[in-house]
């Protein structure tokens, strides 16, 4: 019997309670060690960098969620990425997407390289990959849709291209979240997740996961969790497990909201484009349709002038200029100075994240007063110009 996403986020199968007095919210085990019954044996809990009940139980649901066979829990998305680097040698290939995540691509060029990994950036279509290939390439690491620019890459075509020659595909599911895309149903060996996003979904801890698809993978990480130690705390895996009961809800209604906004913008003048992969004229719609059950609340939009860009920051009220995204509340992000700051500049250009580029990430206020906000915004940069 397959259990509908939604239900899934609350209940896990083959939960078993009754050592916690019936406890619905499961409980927070606060200590950093196991007392052993006798020489030779274990509770199954030694001590908590290697495993914690706590943190078990949210690995369990996430590893549930991604139909994976296994689920690792890290102090952040950066911590869950620079762990699963450590699964390469010095030596190793990587084809990674040009379009990432800011702190994804800093990593790769600050810490990758100088261990030894070589790493060749592209835009990943399956051509682009198979003139890339090398006999040293060991994975694939993508992002789809991509951040900031939105764009879409079919994950089951790259992995036919993969699973062929025994490398790795990799997939950063953060922006879409298990709610509205299972990438390891696709054919991907491993995804990852910045938990802080849509699983935690309130803006107020960090997490990263990474959910392994057979259990040579789920191995291999376990050792470099347990040696490296950024296991997430019980506290924090906590919160994480109470911010997942509502993806389903948080989801859908984050993305209704998307839609208005994203016909709200459509309407202005002052606004040159809207990315979103929900419109029809948006290149990867028909790929997201077929791979994914939704298409997130992420939405980019690019103004006149940069002046324009700016001035919109400094006039919204209700929604908030910060980085990050997937939480209750809507936040706009300017990627050239925050989350993509440390990128080349060429390679900003290359992707067409200009000055005048803005991100939202929608949250699940009213949509009407998103809007309102918006359209006082817009009038009064309008009058001081
Ligand atoms: C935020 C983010 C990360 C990094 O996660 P942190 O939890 O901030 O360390 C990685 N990938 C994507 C797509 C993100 O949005």
């Not at 036919?160 to 025994?166: D, L, S, V, W």
């Not at 994480?240 to 809800?249: A, E, F, M, V, Y």
């Amino acid at each position: 019997m397959s259990t509908e996403v939604s239900t899934k986020c609350i209940h896990l199968e083959n939960d078993s309670r009754e050592n916690f007095y019936g406890a619905v919210s499961y409980p927070i085990f606060q200590t950093a060690t196991f007392a052993h019954p006798g020489v030779g044996r274990s509770t199954g809990f030694d001590y908590s960098r290697l495993q914690n009940p706590t943190r078990e139980h949210l690995e369990k649901v996430v590893a549930a969620l991604e139909n994976g066979v296994d689920a690792l829990a890290f102090t952040s998305g950066m911590a869950a990425i620079a762990a699963l680097m450590e699964l390469f040698q010095p030596g190793d290939h990587l084809i990674v997407d040009s379009d990432l995540y800011g702190g994804t691509i800093r990593l790769f060029d600050n810490i990758s390289e100088k261990n030894g990994l070589e790493i060749t950036r592209l835009d990943c279509s399956a051509e682009a990959i198979l003139n890339n290939i090398k006999p040293n390439t060991k994975a694939i690491y993508i992002e789809t849709p991509t951040n900031p620019m939105m764009n879409v890459i079919d994950i089951q075509k790259i992995s036919r291209i993969t699973k062929e020659r025994g490398i790795w595909l990799i997939v950063d599911n953060t922006f879409l979240s298990p709610y509205f895309q299972n990438p390891l149903d696709l054919g991907a060996d491993i995804v990852v997740h910045s938990g802080t996003k849509y699983l935690g979904g309130h803006n107020d801890t960090l997490s990263g996961f990474l959910v392994a698809s057979s259990t040579e993978i789920s191995e291999k990480l376990r050792f470099i969790i347990k040696t490296t130690g950024a296991g997430l705390p019980p506290f924090d895996s906590w919160l994480i497990l109470r911010g997942i009961k509502t993806l389903g809800i948080r989801m859908e209604k984050a993305q209704e909201n998307a839609f208005k906004l994203v016909h709200w913008l459509g309407q202005q003048e002052e606004v040159k484009r809207v990315i979103y992969p929900g419109l029809t004229t948006h290149p990867g719609h028909e790929i997201m349709k077929k791979q994914s059950r939704g298409f997130g609340a992420m939405v980019t939009f690019e103004v006149c002038s940069k002046e324009f860009a700016q001035s919109i920051l400094n006039h919204v009220r209700l929604i908030q200029f910060a980085e990050s995204l997937g939480g209750v509340e809507t936040l706009i992000t300017y990627p050239v100075t925050q989350t993509h700051a440390d990128v080349a500049k060429e390679q900003l250009e290359k992707n067409g994240i200009t000055e005048s580029v803005l991100r939202l990430s929608v949250g699940i206020e009213s949509a009407k007063d998103l809007i309102q906000d918006f359209d006082r915004a817009f009038r009064e940069v309008k009058q001081e110009n």
